[in-house]
């Protein structure tokens, strides 16, 4: 099974900007889908931001125009870009990736946003 392991989370201060990186041990061509999910205290997980195998992106609408998913496949790695970072963006951000019907995941990583 694939590793993920995330990086680049901290603490940030709102209207700040972060870059989530999702590296993985086996080349990212090879999933249907890369995405980004993020589970905030007392809360369910919740899908951020996908990019498929064909390049296609999707967000949550809650991040729309704020986030961006991005990929480098020599590198193996997907990123998020977070800019106009708000406290409700505030969770453990985890990277996943789809092949077929078989999903892996990171580890997480701590997003801290303070007002």
């Known amino acids: 099974q694939v590793q993920l392991v995330e990086s680049g989370g901290g603490l940030v201060q709102a209207g700040g900007s972060l870059k989530l990186s999702c590296a993985a041990s086996e080349s990212i061509d090879s999933f249907n889908a890369m995405s980004w999910y993020r589970q905030a205290p007392g809360k369910q997980r919740e899908l951020v931001a996908v990019i498929t195998s064909s390049g296609g992106t999707t967000y949550v609408d809650s991040v729309k125009d704020r986030f961006t998913i991005s990929r480098d496949r020599a590198k193996k790695t997907v990123y998020l870009q977070m800019n106009s970072l708000k406290p409700g963006d505030t969770a453990v951000y985890y990277c996943?990736?789809?092949?077929?019907?078989?999903?892996?995941w990171g580890q997480g990583t701590q997003v801290t946003v303070s007002s």
């Open positions: 996943n990736a789809r092949k077929a019907m078989e999903f892996s």
